[in-house]
């Protein structure tokens, strides 16, 4: 049943006064309250007005609540449950999706007559459902405000209900004073009202009237509850073309109306608000001459012609609100609420010119921002690095992205096609500061793993043989030395790291490798320098500087510490090493200090996995596979001690970029993976809210540990296909062209032979067996389809002049497979297939001389996909303790199946 | 989004059951338009413009023909017939041969949304075939009516009583019109014209109303559309290709609304808030490429992708990158700008750096955090810019960033390239 409305009105309208608007009384129940926008927005509104949301309804949430400063918010799946709880309320605010926005309307006034008001804030309702809501609330007698608005808000009573005037912080802006706002944009209300204040006045009520095509609370009833608000003075209105809701009008008290918009006739279709596109009748200029005739104004008002009366003024620049309102009220007699509180001249708050010579208009100076935002900035300035905001990190990763086009992963925004033609060390230090090594750089890493790679003596050493003689594959050999590298073992390390970022913080320091930087660190305390240096010489820490000089390497840091002239430790060079490394990415917060501090820790695990990876026969004192600890500081890189630890030979430059590449490739396939939900389910777990708590080690341990042979493992089913075919030929090199065999030959001898198997096994219902390496989901449905990682390889080694044999055996297969009938088109060759030739080709002649046996093979293929893979997942781990929430990776109960 | 013509128009209409002419497409044989010619006796031939265009009749761009060689002949004129509407260009993408429906009444009949009724109206007149604004308004009558129940017979019956029309046409109308409320209503309409309605003589003697031109608007936040399964390039033409990369990022959370002024401009200026959008479009003018509105708190995501889509097509042409919106109520200003300088930090590792100068304006949540990120990368990548708070007045924001444009014309952009150390015509 309709209740009575006000008898001025052809069309229902119930509220009164303005004051009646946003009162402390009204209860509010607000319609997906869990929703992303509501969860910001409603706590705020909700502690600014004393406490006015009795519940909020989420389907499916029922029993979870909104926790806000002054109490939580109880959540119920429907309107029905919240009031069968003994809730009453009288105004619905409504956060849903736009599909479901005309439903929420009816839910709440179909099931509480007791509604008023219902408030809509969702953007891009169909002007279907708005026709049916205005319907609605007309046949039930209920004021809508919206859709697409951002609430009301009355700056006397303290309340605010919707959406987020005045923003995060309504005290700030909805200054009690005389003045009711009414406006078309939600942004323009807070910002309208902080002009305002700023020359003076103050507000009543402020409405935000949304701007789609239909308005629910325009400006006849705003009219008219201004003439019976004995508060409100007067009204600033903001309006844009289109509607003819302020043509009829008529204002018992003065108004300054702004119109925006006049270029907009240009358009031929909206932008930002749907309904602010005119016809004929209602565009910018005609309103602006509907307001003139209200007013008895013959021109717009600006401060050099301030045209206005007693009944108002016209104006199409906001800034010049102010100016007017005061001029309208200084012919009423009336004077502003407070005293003005500054002016809206041109403030920069942050500016650079770059050492340019600038025109008057823009050399305007730096100026020291309104409180409390001076202080904000100057804290802001003590800052060295990035701060990332904390959100669930589940499927989430700031490391890495999959395009789900090409398949291509890029790990901070490098495609993984690029970071094949990079060396390990600089991809491990890439995932980690986010850009890429210069040499210095690689330098200065290379030190850094060389320094530990060699575990002779380490109880890791042993932990890893015991491990792997239990039979357990190299993924878990290598998890049970880097479970005995936990924090008190890099502590050291990381104290040293924060004692040079607090030591050249603030010093100008822009990169750490210039060392010709005039600059002056802060002078150490004892506590600092005792995180640097040793009483007695350390002999780690002097080979690596030793190594460092014969590089000719350069670091302000490593300079900082000869120049304190004790005994450096090895954890202080090491953290001088890699906190050069970090420096530049770190001043340009790119990465966090935290970061910074962890570097350390990440260097050390990479250099125990790659020392793990070889067994303790390999390690001896001095000597790591036959090569001298001081070889291997002065002059080896990551790659090659990576080759060294897996192959167990000195790498030859043909030998080594085959192998960098394929390294490369493999440094992440994106965040679904199941090594990278590892690692981060590790972290997760426990709680990157406090980082200090994280263990990196288990980190690594949770990547290790989701590896295994059907991920990791699977490139050696590539290898085993290929020497399945090869085994019987009396090929001994697959780098040469003049091979000898007739690869088309063979692949159709496969071909015609797998299509016997395929349709035998048809016959008798046997599942198909897939050919390793062949084939991708994604990949596929053309007349030709290629992996374009693959053809990026096969282009990257052909402008080398590269031969594989195997890698071109497979793109002859695939042809063959199609020739005779096998596939419907010619299936591409996948990346795994790519792993697989390239890893053979290496091994090929030490496996023909018997010197590699298949097992070998398998666990090779298997570790070198840890190896690539390592960098990746450092960087999902680091990533995850820098934004993630604690046990932010877990599944919630709903979304879990039971089968029996 | 809209459609005009019959070509579209009939299969729409055929829905809901509408009587309507014939027509045939650009792809009509010769013999197929023969025939109709001697069904028909005539067929009008009129050109296929995309999106909603009026009055091609005054503009000389409707043919008529009653032998094949004529019909022919207006086909080879009207095919890529070009059409300016405002400052826009439009051309011809072939042409229907629509046959004549012989009449003795003309019905004007539209639905669309009224901001005086609040409530959906209907348009009609029997004195249609022309244009409703040439006739007097005693000859038109508009009836909002209820939308929970639609169009109703005898809504109809009571304007046509109003109107005082012929008796012949009005139970033909009172069956037949109802039936558009549910085109209209049902498949995400927003404005439906019919115009004429032709009143031809079925075989019991009895009017029937035959739609022979049509217009409609349909409403892009209205899924409801979907179902009409209309070709997806139907469209294409309102939008360009910018435009359209940033309309598939459009989603309820977080405004993507775009519109390119000029693709010649030189300030490019990503704004937030539809009230910041008019009052920034009102004041550059012609000196901005885009007119924007990516405000209501978008996530880091949508916004880098936002970003990255306008830089990658505008901002080598843009003296001034200038980002600006008033002082917002929940759009999070850090993660926002977050997003916006590590676009464009990453567009300067991809393409290299071009000259330019930044100005920003801005107030709202995390404010300090969002203008410190971005003066970093700023700072970073050495371009010279101003950051303002919420104090400033922002139409004196954006006069600061036209006269930035200004000085970047008048040699400033080669001073800020030999900064950057890149050649001055950079």
């Keep these: ?900 | 989004m809209n459609v005009s013509g019959m070509l579209y128009g009939a299969k729409l209409l055929k829905i809901v059951d509408f009587p309507v002419s014939e027509v045939l497409g650009p792809e009509a044989s010769e013999h197929d338009i023969h025939n109709m010619i001697e069904r028909c006796g005539s067929v009008f031939v009129k050109p296929i413009f995309r999106g909603g265009i009026g009055k091609k009749g005054k503009s000389g761009l409707i043919g008529r023909a009653s032998d094949l060689k004529s019909a022919l002949a207006e086909k080879e004129r009207l095919y890529f017939a070009e059409y300016k509407v405002g400052g826009v260009m439009y051309k011809s993408q072939g042409v229907t041969f629509e046959g004549a429906v012989p009449a003795e009444h003309e019905i004007y009949f539209s639905i669309s949304d009224s901001t005086r009724y609040r409530a959906p109206v209907m348009t009609l007149t029997h004195h249609g075939g022309m244009d409703i604004e040439e006739l007097d308004k005693t000859q038109i009558i508009e009836v909002p009516f209820d939308p929970l129940t639609g169009l109703k017979s005898f809504i109809i019956s009571n304007a046509l009583s109003d109107l005082g029309a012929p008796r012949e046409i009005v139970s033909p109308l009172v069956q037949h019109l109802p039936k558009l409320w549910d085109l209209f209503h049902h498949y995400g309409m927003s404005t439906m014209e019919l115009n004429p309605i032709r009143m031809m003589e079925g075989k019991s003697g009895s009017l029937i109303p035959v739609a022979c031109d049509f217009k409609c608007g349909f409403d892009r936040d209205d899924p409801r559309v979907n179902r009409l399964n209309l070709p997806v390039d139907l469209f294409v033409t309102e939008a360009n290709d910018f435009e359209q990369e940033i309309n598939e990022l459009r989603t309820y959370q977080g405004q993507s609304d775009v519109y390119v002024i000029n693709e010649k401009g030189t300030i490019l200026a990503p704004t937030f808030g539809g009230g910041a959008n008019s009052l920034v479009t009102e004041v550059l003018g012609n000196d901005a490429i885009i007119s924007s509105d990516f405000g209501g708190n978008p996530p880091y995501e949508k916004m880098y992708e936002v970003m990255r889509i306008c830089l990658k097509y505008y901002l080598k042409q843009s003296n001034v990158l200038f980002i600006i919106g008033g002082k917002a109520n929940n759009t999070d200003i850090f993660v926002t700008f977050r997003a916006m300088a590590d676009a464009l930090r990453d567009y300067f590792s991809e393409h290299g750096p071009t000259p330019l100068y930044v100005v920003i304006g801005r107030g709202g949540p995390n404010v300090i955090r969002g203008m410190g990120v971005f003066k970093d990368v700023l700072d970073a990548l050495r371009i010279p810019y101003k950051i303002f708070g919420f104090d400033s007045a922002m139409t004196d924001v954006v006069n600061f960033a036209q006269e930035a444009d200004h000085w970047m014309k008048s040699g400033g952009r080669a001073e800020v390239a030999k900064v950057l150390g890149l050649p001055a015509d950079a």
């Design chain 1, 1 to 900: 049943m309709r209740k009575p409305g006000i008898d001025n009105f052809k069309y229902f309208v119930g509220t009164r006064s303005l004051a009646d608007i946003a009162t402390r009384e009204d209860r509010i129940c607000v319609l997906n309250i869990t929703g992303n926008e509501s969860r910001a927005v409603t706590p705020v509104s909700h502690a600014y007005s004393g406490g006015n949301i009795v519940f909020g309804t989420s389907p499916g949430r029922r029993g979870q609540v909104v926790e806000t400063p002054i109490g939580n918010i109880p959540v119920y799946n429907n309107v029905r449950e919240g009031m069968e709880a003994g809730h009453k309320f009288n105004v619905g605010v409504v956060y849903l999706p736009p599909s479901a926005v005309r439903d929420g309307v009816a839910e709440l006034i179909r099931i509480n007559p007791d509604v008023e008001k219902v408030i809509i804030l969702t953007e891009k309702t169909s002007v279907h459902d708005a026709r049916e809501i205005r319907a609605l609330g007309q046949q039930r007698g209920v004021d809508i405000f919206g859709a697409n608005c951002l609430g009301v808000a009355d700056s006397w009573t303290h309340v605010r209900i919707g959406g987020a005037l005045g923003g995060d912080k309504p005290e700030e802006t909805l200054r009690k004073g005389s003045i009711a706002i009414y406006s078309n944009s939600g942004n323009f209300t807070t910002t309208i009202a902080n002009y305002l204040s700023i020359g003076g006045w103050g507000t009543t009520t402020l409405i935000s009237s949304g701007k789609d095509v239909y308005i629910n609370y325009a400006t006849p009833e705003f009219a008219y509850g201004m003439a019976n608000d004995a508060r409100t003075k007067a009204a600033v209105m903001y309006c844009e073309p289109g509607g003819y809701y302020e043509e009829a009008v008529t204002f018992e008290k003065p108004v300054v109306a702004c119109v925006v918009g006049r270029w907009k006739a240009n358009l031929t279709r909206a932008v930002g608000h749907a309904g602010a596109i005119a016809g004929s009748g209602d565009d910018a200029r005609a309103k602006e001459g509907w307001f003139m005739k209200k007013f008895g104004v013959t021109d717009l008002f600006t401060p050099e012609n301030p045209v206005c009366s007693k009944l108002g003024a016209v104006v199409t620049n906001i800034s010049h609100i102010p100016l007017a309102l005061t001029a309208v009220m200084k012919l009423n007699g009336v004077k502003q609420d407070f005293p003005s509180e500054g002016n809206l001249e041109l403030k920069p708050w942050f500016g650079d010119d770059q050492g340019l010579k600038l025109p008057p208009a823009l050399n305007i100076p730096v100026v020291k921002a309104l409180s409390p935002y001076d202080e904000q900035i100057a804290e802001l300035s003590k800052h060295v690095g990035a701060i990332f905001p904390r959100q669930s990190m589940k499927d989430c990763s700031g490391s890495s992205v999959m395009d789900p086009k090409t398949q291509v992963t890029k790990v901070n925004n490098i495609s993984i096609l690029d970071t094949a033609k990079q060396p390990l060390e600089s991809n491990l230090c890439m995932a980690l500061v986010r850009e890429l090594n210069d040499a210095n750089d690689n330098v200065l890493f290379n030190i850094a793993v060389a320094a530990r790679v060699n575990l002779h003596g380490e109880a890791m050493l042993a932990a890893a043989d015991a491990a792997r003689e239990a039979g357990n594959a190299p993924n878990t050999a290598i998890s049970a030395a880097v479970a005995l590298l936990g924090p008190k073992r890099v502590d050291g390390a990381r104290n040293a790291a924060d004692t040079l970022v607090e030591l050249f913080a603030h010093s100008g320091l822009l990169t750490g490798d210039d060392e010709k930087a005039k600059i002056t660190p802060a002078t150490a305390t004892p506590e600092q320098l005792a995180t640097l240096l040793g009483k007695t010489p350390d002999a780690q820490a002097e080979a690596m500087l030793k190594a460092f000089d014969k590089r000719g390497a350069k670091s302000v840091f490593v300079r900082y510490l000869r120049s304190l002239k004790g005994h450096p430790t090895t954890d202080a060079v090491i953290a001088a090493l890699t906190t050069t490394i970090a420096w530049e990415p770190l001043i340009r917060k790119r990465i966090s200090k935290l970061t910074v501090r962890n570097l350390p820790w990440y260097t050390h695990l990479f250099s125990a996995i790659i020392g793990a990876a070889a067994e303790g026969k390999h390690h001896q004192p001095g000597k790591f596979c036959g090569i001298s600890n001081e070889e291997m500081l002065e002059s080896w890189t990551t790659t090659q001690l990576a080759y060294l630890s897996l192959l167990g030979e000195r790498p030859t430059e043909a030998s080594l970029f085959p192998f960098q590449v394929m390294l490369g490739l493999i440094i992440s396939n994106g965040v679904g993976t199941i090594s990278a939900q590892g690692c981060k389910g590790a972290v997760s777990a426990d709680g990157p809210e406090s980082p200090e708590r994280v263990q990196i080690n288990k980190g690594m341990i949770g990547f290790l540990t989701h590896t295994g042979f059907a991920h990791g493992g699977n490139g050696f089913e590539g290898i085993q296909f290929l020497i399945e075919s090869f085994s019987k030929t009396p090929l001994t090199d697959a780098s040469v062209s003049n091979h000898g065999l007739d690869l088309r030959a063979m692949a159709t001898e496969f071909a015609v032979a797998f299509n016997k198997e395929k349709k035998a096994g048809k016959a008798l219902g046997l599942p198909v067996r897939n050919i390793p390496g062949v084939n991708h989901p994604v990949f596929k449905g053309h007349p030709v389809n290629k992996d374009p990682r693959e053809v990026y390889i096969a282009d990257l080694f052909a402008e080398r002049g590269e031969k594989n044999i195997f890698h071109d055996y497979y793109r002859t297969l695939v042809q063959a497979l199609y020739d005779n009938g096998v596939t419907n088109n010619v299936f591409c060759v996948n990346i795994d297939a790519i792993i697989a030739a390239m890893l053979l080709k290496l091994l090929w002649s030490r496996y023909r001389k018997g010197e590699f046996s298949e097992s070998s093979m398998e666990m090779a293929a298997f570790t070198a996909f840890l190896f690539g893979r390592m960098a990746g997942c450092a960087g999902e781990i680091d990533d995850h303790i820098n934004r993630g929430r604690n046990m932010d990776t877990r599944t919630p109960a709903s979304q879990c199946n039971h089968v029996s």
